[in-house]
């Protein structure tokens, strides 16, 4: 049966059903033309928030090699300290041994 067919059995009885057929069909209409909006919207914002969440672990990693580079500068001027260090105590050494020992000038007299 064609909703044409019923909205005229219904008009013998009622003479303004076949508006009621016809705002069905406009307010179904409407809502299935809501449903396939809703479910683009859906899809193109799952689609913008994977680029975000792509651009935030870019911008993640980027801070990530930022800190470890200066990490890496930090222990290079560790490194150049501590070679500083040993090399100003291995002069001091060296200067220690050439000179005679307190021990020896004491003892001596």
Do not use: H
């Amino acid at each position: 049966m064609d909703w044409q067919e019923a909205a005229r059995e219904c008009q013998k009885e009622i003479s303004w059903a076949p508006l009621l057929f016809v705002l069905f069909e406009i307010v179904s209409g409407f809502i299935v033309f809501n449903l396939i909006v809703a479910v683009l919207c859906e899809a193109l914002g799952l689609l913008d928030s994977d680029g975000k969440e792509d651009e935030d672990k870019i911008s993640i990693e980027k801070e990530r090699i930022d800190a470890i580079n200066t990490l890496m500068e930090q222990v290079e001027e560790i490194k150049k300290k501590q070679y500083m260090i040993r090399k100003t105590l291995s002069e001091i050494d060296s200067a220690d041994s050439k000179s005679p020992a307190l021990f020896d000038i004491v003892g001596s007299s």
